[in-house]
């Protein structure tokens, strides 16, 4: 090729590349305002930007591209709660997770920073790149931060593979535990769980379950001793199914040790030092850790004047601020069943705010559900709402959710992931409604 043509080819491409670029610029991710921004694009982000922008579509005012933004600098989005079926053995880790970008609808502008300051009184919010975006309304849905270091020695026991500690709270360990699990002889199994607020409350005595079950079947059953020692004052916090689970555990023969919140762990000699409720400590030995990390509200909102007092997500000083999920001050069990309660009702109150100026103000009754794994093949389908007062959607039909049955098992390995991953984060997808979107006191437009 002569050289005149190959600098001609070349002028080529850097004109097409610089079209490219002055394309990108102009595009819906790099604007300083939006009509609606969402922070995070997790289970609660995702699936109530969609759920907002199929709104205003049925409602026959749609939204153009890009006037939803949704903020997340996480490569990839995560179904938590697979983890659980990770650590028994039941999924590969590799299934609970998808790159975030191919997650985004081109309607929604993403935005792959994370927000660093929220300043509702400019409705605005600032970047940790220093980028100010300003919004009409802004939904945070950061989710909560998981304190691995507040146990001390805990990350170190994690990080060494022959430890013997493991968690399903991440995806990095969530392996681990299946790996531990199964590989245990003898010896003894402490499962534990912190006090105070946790996402999924259930997950750290389901994966005892698993655990002791497997044990059974395995034949190892009386070689291996499993005891749950947690902070907490019960097996979980409605009498209902706490009850339930007791008799398992006493049934079972497995220990329950309550008031008991772990401290501290010493992976050299596998002790785990538990504080309890007079302030004393005890240390306890063991052969296999499964450690439920203490929980609480992340700094970035921590430090907003979005918080209250406690550092979750408080928004009805500001208009047209709506929160969702782990990072709200809900009083309510945080799980990915109470988003598919709580993402309706916060987009009609948004978009009738947007559409009308007047907050319809549809209220939230705490609807949550626990899906209590208690074996291979069975599980204890919690469902409740505020005050900790069952609201069963399936008993009418299939009996008394307490009572452990396949169906809810299958439930929660096969129905959940599959309506998570192609449902509810397009927005499409209702919980205990299934498809069908919860009817509201009429806005402007109801849409079917
Ligand atoms: C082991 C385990 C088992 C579980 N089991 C169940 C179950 O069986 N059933 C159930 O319903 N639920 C279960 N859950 C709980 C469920 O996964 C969570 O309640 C749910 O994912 C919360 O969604 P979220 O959007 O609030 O937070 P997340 O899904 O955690 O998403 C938060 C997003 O916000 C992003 N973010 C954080 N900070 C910022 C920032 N400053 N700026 C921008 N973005 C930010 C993060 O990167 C993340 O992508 C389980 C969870 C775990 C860990």
Redo the contacts with the bound molecule.
């Keep these: 090729m002569s050289s005149a043509l190959l600098a001609a080819r070349k002028r080529a491409l850097l004109g097409s590349r610089s079209v490219v670029s002055s394309v990108r610029w102009a595009s819906s991710d790099s604007k300083d305002k939006y009509k609606i921004v969402v922070?995070?694009?997790?289970?609660?982000?995702?699936?109530v930007a969609n759920q907002i922008f199929n709104r205003f579509k049925a409602a026959g005012t749609p939204l153009n591209e890009g006037d939803i933004a949704i903020?997340?600098?996480?490569e990839y989005?995560?179904?938590?709660?697979?983890?659980?079926l990770v650590?028994a053995g039941l999924k590969q880790k590799t299934e609970t997770r998808q790159p975030?970008k191919s997650l985004v609808p081109s309607h929604l502008a993403h935005i792959p920073?994370?927000?660093?300051s929220f300043t509702p009184k400019t409705s605005s919010i600032t970047?940790?790149s220093g980028r100010t975006i300003s919004y009409e309304s802004l939904v945070v849905?950061?989710?909560?931060k998981?304190n691995w270091d507040n146990i001390a020695g805990l990350p170190k026991a994690l990080a060494d593979s022959s430890s013997g500690v493991s968690s399903?709270?991440?995806y990095d360990t969530?392996d681990k535990v299946w790996h531990d699990v199964d590989a245990l002889r003898s010896g003894k199994a402490i499962f534990t769980q912190p006090a105070g607020v946790i996402?999924?409350a259930?997950?750290p005595q389901?994966?005892m379950w698993m655990a002791w079950d497997r044990y059974q079947k395995s034949g190892r059953g009386d070689q291996i001793s499993v005891d749950f020692y947690t902070g907490m004052p019960s097996m979980f916090s409605v009498k209902k199914y706490s009850d339930a689970l007791n008799e398992l555990r006493i049934q079972r023969g497995v220990g329950g040790l309550f008031g008991h919140n772990l401290v501290a762990v010493d992976a050299d000699n596998r002790k785990a030092t538990f504080k309890k409720g007079d302030g004393s400590t005890v240390d306890v030995d063991y052969t296999l850790l499964h450690v439920?990390p203490p929980m609480g509200p992340?700094d970035?909102?921590k430090n907003s004047p979005l918080a209250d007092e406690a550092g979750w997500a408080y928004e009805p000083e500001y208009g047209n601020v709506w929160a969702?999920?782990?990072?709200?001050s809900l009083p309510t069990s945080?799980?990915?069943?109470?988003?598919?309660a709580q993402a309706p009702i916060l987009t009609e109150n948004l978009f009738s705010v947007v559409s009308t100026g007047k907050d319809l103000g549809v209220a939230y009754d705490g609807y949550?559900?626990?899906?209590l794994l208690t074996g291979y093949g069975q599980l204890m389908l919690a469902e409740f709402k505020y005050g900790l007062e069952p609201k069963e959607s399936f008993a009418e039909y299939l009996g008394d959710q307490k009572t452990p049955s396949r169906i809810y098992y299958h439930l929660?390995k096969d129905l959940?992931p599959w309506a998570y991953w192609n449902h509810m984060i397009q927005g499409r997808w209702f919980g205990s409604h299934g498809f069908f979107r919860p009817k509201f006191p009429a806005t402007t437009n109801t849409p079917q």
């Excluded at 903020?71 to 996480?74: E, F, G, K, P, Y």
């Excluded at 969702?324 to 709200?328: E, V």
């Excluded at 949550?368 to 899906?371: D, F, G, I, L």
């Design positions: 922070v995070g694009a997790g289970s609660g982000g995702l699936t903020l997340d600098a996480n989005h995560y179904y938590q709660p697979g983890w659980t650590g975030l920073e994370n927000v660093q970047t940790a849905a950061t989710g909560l998981t399903i709270y991440s969530c996402k999924c259930g997950a389901k994966i439920s992340l970035a909102i969702i999920g782990d990072c709200s945080k799980t990915a069943a109470a988003i598919t949550t559900s626990c899906p929660k959940f």
